[in-house]
């Protein structure tokens, strides 16, 4: 802070020298367009903003407001890791060494145009993200509100400078509270970190030891219970370690084994990086959620709704299996309808891929499978000669009819999208079980669907349940319309915080965040810079 303090009292002496240059010059003005001119050749927008005002200086105006909003810029990016941005993409350092030295009026000029360039990257990256999600992974198709160049120039003009860069980024709760866990995370690697835990060995209610002592210390270093000097894996230990295994998407059984011993052993630096991907994922999201929306984190395996940012209702879920045609993408809708006792439209890659080399080899496999030609009358399968369909030539549409064995299960949730993606129910139960739950072809299966449609429904009727629960007795595919369609956001967080302090973890099942990682550090995020 003192070097960028002395920097700017050097600039305010630099100022005061080109401000009497500018008065005695009567060129002064073409040599500061000139300068101008030359920073901004690739930013046409931002050239247009100065050339339609005469151009006149904002940061280097001869008044306080300009000198503000230099002292703001500059702070600002000096703390941009502190949001996880990479500060190296502002080339702050290249800036306050030419604010030091710049005495020319073209140089000034100059530096004008790399100041705005630098606030209008700054600005726009905390606002909604550094990356183009889908150029990172095809399957984050999550659409970004993009804002112009323009708004953020004319929101810096009309507002007091102290308060315009602290409104700029998301202004959630989410956020704020992983800021606090950032800076706590920060702190504890400045401190050293978390030591590794070295066993092979199964810890469970009762033992004790040297690797129960590891367990403890760690658990006692993360927050989870009190110090002790005790040896023996007793009940304030098996508290703590469920708490752990619940808060990091483990089975809460209370056994130290692999999967726990793994978790623990993630360092510091790496939860960081997480909560560095959050925190841009979040800037991706924007403030748009919706009073009362359905937040379905797939890193998470569970869906919630949520209103007035409290969990109303949460149910486990089943996501897309972790191969590349099938993994669940990742975006925001609008949810519709349900559909009661559903008809499974069985997509036409499953149809060929999957079902008909069982066909091929015995006609009467598959006896639930019912198919249709194009006027969408059924075909008896015994007029089909299987032999001749395959993946370029196959005229029928296969569905699944209503039952409880259907593979939607007895009810469906549609936010109609390009990629056919969907909440729905299943009668594989047995998989809501597992610790990792991906399984499906890509649509969310809900572990609790009839509680879920229950909780939809109550906003517009006082008898949810039986409206629900009659269309299901017809037996019937039914529709039943959302009165007020309800948004929908599909996510992927592997860090997410908790309302009333702290933060959970979760694997990164499909490899997403670490791609965003990797593309932030390539834009210069170091985490060595705040440690």
């Given amino acids: 802070m003192k070097i960028i303090t002395r920097i700017l009292i050097t600039s305010f002496i630099a100022w005061f020298t080109f401000a009497e240059k500018l008065i005695a010059d009567p060129f002064s003005n073409v040599n500061l367009r000139a300068g101008l001119i030359s920073a901004l050749q690739q930013h046409p927008v931002i050239l247009d903003f100065y050339s339609e005002n005469d151009y006149e200086l904002i940061w280097f105006g001869n008044n306080e407001l300009a000198s503000q909003r230099r002292a703001e810029l500059v702070n600002s990016l000096q703390s941009a890791s502190f949001h996880g941005l990479p500060k190296k993409k502002y080339q702050v350092n290249s800036l306050l060494s030419k604010l030091s030295t710049s005495d020319s009026l073209f140089e000034i000029g100059l530096l004008e145009g790399l100041f705005m360039i630098a606030f209008t990257e700054y600005a726009s990256d905390l606002d909604t993200g550094v990356l183009i999600p889908s150029e990172i992974d095809t399957d984050i198709v999550r659409q970004i509100k993009l804002k112009d160049t323009d708004f953020y120039i004319q929101g810096l003009l009309s507002r007091n400078p102290y308060d315009y860069f602290r409104s700029l980024g998301p202004q959630s709760s989410e956020y704020a509270r992983l800021l606090v866990e950032y800076q706590k995370l920060l702190e504890i690697i400045r401190n050293g970190g978390w030591s590794n835990i070295a066993t092979d060995r199964i810890l469970r209610f009762g033992e004790s030891g040297d690797d129960v002592v590891a367990v403890r210390n760690r658990l006692f270093d993360q927050g989870y219970m009190s110090n002790s000097i005790s040896t023996k894996f007793d009940k304030k230990l098996l508290k703590a370690v469920q708490k752990y295994q619940s808060d990091h998407g483990l089975i809460p059984d209370g056994i130290v084994g692999e999967g726990t011993i793994l978790e623990l052993n993630i360092t510091a630096e790496q939860r960081l990086s997480s909560i560095i991907v959050a925190l841009e994922r979040e800037r991706w999201l924007g403030d748009t959620l919706g009073q009362r929306h359905i937040w379905v984190n797939l890193a998470d395996f569970k869906a919630k709704i949520i209103e007035d940012q409290a969990v109303v209702f949460e149910t486990r879920t089943v996501l897309g299996v972790n191969d590349e045609s099938m993994r669940s993408p990742e975006f925001s809708d609008k949810m519709e ?24 080899k015995d006609p009467e496999a598959l006896p639930f499978l019912k198919l249709f030609d194009s006027s969408g009358s059924l075909v008896d399968r015994e007029s089909i000669d299987f032999s001749i369909l395959g993946k370029n030539y196959f005229p029928y549409e296969m569905k699944q009819l209503p039952s409880t064995t259907n593979a939607l299960g007895l009810v469906k949730f549609m936010f109609p999208n390009p990629y056919n993606i969907y909440l729905h129910d299943t009668p594989a139960k047995d998989l809501f079980m597992k610790e990792v739950r991906d399984f499906s072809h890509g649509c969310i299966r809900l572990h609790e669907p ?37 948004p929908v956001h599909i996510t992927y967080r592997t860090a997410f915080t908790k309302a009333g302090g702290g933060i959970e973890f979760r694997r990164d099942i499909y490899g997403r965040d670490q791609k965003i990682y990797d593309a932030l550090a390539e ?9």
């Fill in 337 to 360: 309808y349900m559909v009661v006792n559903p008809t499974w439209h069985i997509p036409v890659s499953i149809a060929k891929n999957e079902y008909l080399p069982e066909l091929k």
């Fill in 523 to 531: 834009l210069g995020l170091e985490l060595s810079e705040n440690i």
């Fill in 450 to 486: 009839f509680d879920f449609a229950y909780a939809l429904l109550e906003k517009q009727t006082d008898e949810p349940k039986s409206e629900f629960q009659n269309a299901l007795k017809s037996e019937e595919e039914t529709i039943i319309l959302l009165s007020k369609s309800v």
